[in-house]
């Protein structure tokens, strides 16, 4: 029995993304899960509300230290800039924790009701961190669509990191905003639109 409720979030965690590789996301219940993590089912209620969210504990964490990371961004950096610095901070986490990020990855990719939760966290996130760009004194606008952006490209480069892991997440992570920057100087002129 894990004698800490870390060491039994971790075994949770652990035996569910077993479990759904191994049987599949839909065939695996809750009682099992805890059996495989040697604790009751109550137990894995104590810590997560459904078998969706044991694949996203620490998401709270995660929103914290990026709004932290964005506060703490040097001044005077651009928007983009300011999401580059907090995601590669983030990224951090991902990087350390590959043997359980990468195949959590892959089974998010592949199994509607996780996409769904994933997209739904993502929407989360992406909020708190234009909700810290405003706190910058970025314009509300640019906020939120720097926010959905910089996501983007950070969902981008984890899944290249997954797809080459001969180079790093930090590298693709550089990588990803680069190929931004280039979209970006490479986008021709709003056309003036004729009054109606």
């Known amino acids: 029995m894990p004698r800490s409720g870390a060491e039994a979030r971790r ?42 969210e044991v694949l996203f504990g620490g998401e709270a964490d995660l929103r914290a230290a990026l709004m932290q990371e964005v506060a703490d961004a040097p001044d005077g950096l651009q928007p983009l800039d300011v999401l580059l610095h907090a995601f590669r901070k983030a990224g951090r986490v991902l990087e350390e924790n590959r043997p359980f990020s990468e195949p959590r990855l892959e089974l998010i990719g592949k199994t509607p ?5 994933d997209l739904a966290k ?3 996130l992406t909020e708190a961190v234009a909700e810290a760009l405003r706190r910058r004194d970025v314009p509300d606008r640019l906020a939120g669509l720097a926010a959905q ?11 290249a990191w997954i797809d080459d892991p ?29 009054e109606s």
Do not use: C, M
């Open 122 to 124: 993502a929407a989360f």
């Open 11 to 52: 075994r949770l965690q652990q035996a569910a993304l077993e479990l759904y590789r191994e049987r599949g996301f839909d065939q695996t219940t809750t009682a099992e899960i805890a059996a495989r993590a040697g604790v009751n089912e109550r137990t894995f209620f104590r810590h997560f509300p459904d078998k969706r």
């Open 149 to 159: 952006t910089g996501w983007a490209a950070f969902h981008h480069a984890a899944q």
């Open 166 to 194: 001969s180079q790093s997440l930090d590298a693709h992570l550089l990588q990803a905003f680069d190929d931004l920057r280039a979209l970006s100087a490479n986008a021709p002129p709003a056309q003036v639109r004729p």
């Open 113 to 117: 009701a996780l996409r769904e939760r």
